[in-house]
Each structure stands twice: as structure tokens, then as C-alpha cells.
């Protein structure tokens, strides 16, 4: 398996933009976790899902963010409009189950300028 | 609330010379607990994993934890360090009934020749 493998690799957008980034997990996995890495704030949790349903939201700063899965092989981390204070490294990871040995991609730093 | 401490924020030591990363953990009830190794801009790969099978948890690359309820620790070792291991390591904790990962804050292993 190729692992969870998460697009693009680095982002650089303008402010106010629409930044999409994107995931597809390993197959067989039923969990999907979106996590954002910052030197100030470390790693947090912004969102999962288990069997393309998003479970818990609560980690997502706010409205500008939204996540979908739509099939079992990918999922979105949209962010409209962008802000410079969401230059971050996004990492996704997928799962068998919440036991915690979660596999996670290479992340997508973006940099909103 | 369940949480983790690592205790240092960097750690250097010498090439063949052991490695202690420290990890305090809260929690009130018998925790699943791991270690993560994030290489530079790479993303993060398990290490190893307690979920009290055994106190003493063998990981990948020589790596080793021991679990210790009555000190509430979870310190990560390896007696000989090599070059390779220089990356940030991150003790972790799985959050209740969400499934979600708890980092802690991390901590920089600096391998000197």
C-alpha cells in the first residue's frame, strides 16, 4: 500500500483565497483524522470521520473551515477565504479503528501570504 | 481531562551514547499510550504503542518504553543513539471515547558525531 498520500505537498496562496487540500487514506481504513501542526499550538485535531460521516468537528477553528469525505478514498480540508494566521502543516491520517496506531501522510504546508 | 508533559523541550546527546526522551502522563483511568518520530519535513510515523498487554514496549529502530503507573510515566529509550535519529518525538495519549490523538509538545533529539 502507498500509505495515506495527501496533495499537494506545499501550498502557497494569497490571502483570501480558496486553499483545498486533499487526502486519500489507506484502503480498508474506516477512520479519517485531519490534523494541523503550528510551532505555537503543536498538533490538534480539527476533525474525523469514521465511515465517511464526520464524527467530531469540534477541533475546527471556525466557520472558514469545512471538510467532507465523500467516498471512502478521499477527502477535502477546504479553507475560504484564506488567512496568513492558517499557515500551518495539515497532516492527514487514517485508521482500522480508533485504537490509535494511526497512519499519517507527508502533510501539506501551506503558507498563506 | 487526559494530557501528557514532555518534560524536555531538546535533547542532545553523542552517536552510541543512550537516549531518555521523558513523558509524564494524566490520566484517571489506565491510558493507551504511544510514541510518534517525526523526521524533518516528513510526516509522522508510529514508534511504538502501550495498551497494557505489557509495561516494557519494544518499537522499530531499537526503540523501547516502559510503562510505570506509579509514576505515572512513559519515558522513551534506546541505549545506543545513531545519527538517523535526530527528528522531534512526540508522547501521545488517546483522548477518551473520541478516538482522537493528545500530543504533547514534543521534543528535539539533536545526535552529535
Known amino acids: 500500500d502507498a500509505g495515506v498520500i495527501q496533495s499537494p505537498r506545499h501550498e502557497v496562496t494569497e490571502m483570501g483565497q480558496e486553499v483545498t487540500l486533499r487526502c486519500k487514506p489507506i484502503s480498508g481504513h474506516d477512520y479519517l483524522f485531519w490534523y494541523r501542526q503550528t510551532m505555537m499550538r503543536g498538533l490538534e485535531l480539527l476533525i474525523y470521520?469514521?465511515?465517511?460521516?464526520?464524527?467530531?468537528d469540534s477541533g475546527m477553528p471556525e466557520d472558514r473551515f469545512s471538510a467532507k469525505m465523500p467516498n471512502a478514498s478521499f477527502s477535502t480540508l477546504k479553507i475560504q477565504p484564506s488567512e496568513p494566521r492558517d499557515s500551518a502543516v495539515y497532516f492527514c491520517?487514517?485508521?482500522?479503528?480508533?485504537?490509535?496506531?494511526?497512519?499519517f501522510g507527508s502533510g501539506t504546508r501551506l503558507t498563506v501570504v | 481531562a487526559q494530557s501528557v508533559t514532555q518534560l524536555d523541550s531538546h535533547v542532545s546527546v553523542s552517536e552510541g551514547t543512550p537516549v531518555l526522551l521523558r513523558c509524564n502522563y494524566s490520566s484517571s483511568y489506565s491510558p493507551s499510550l504511544f510514541w510518534y518520530v517525526q523526521h524533518p519535513n516528513k510526516g509522522l510515523q508510529l514508534l511504538l504503542k502501550y495498551t497494557s498487554a505489557a509495561t516494557l514496549v519494544k518499537g522499530i529502530n531499537g526503540f523501547e518504553a516502559e510503562f510505570k503507573k506509579s509514576e505515572t510515566s512513559f519515558h522513551l529509550t534506546k541505549p545506543s543513539a545513531h545519527m538517523s535519529d535526530a527528528a522531534e518525538y512526540f508522547c501521545v495519549s488517546l483522548g477518551g471515547s473520541q478516538g482522537n490523538l493528545i500530543f504533547g509538545k514534543g521534543t528535539k533529539l539533536s545526535v552529535k558525531p
Open positions: 491520517a487514517s485508521s482500522q479503528d480508533r485504537a490509535g496506531g494511526y497512519t
Open positions: 470521520f469514521n465511515n465517511n460521516v464526520p464524527i467530531d
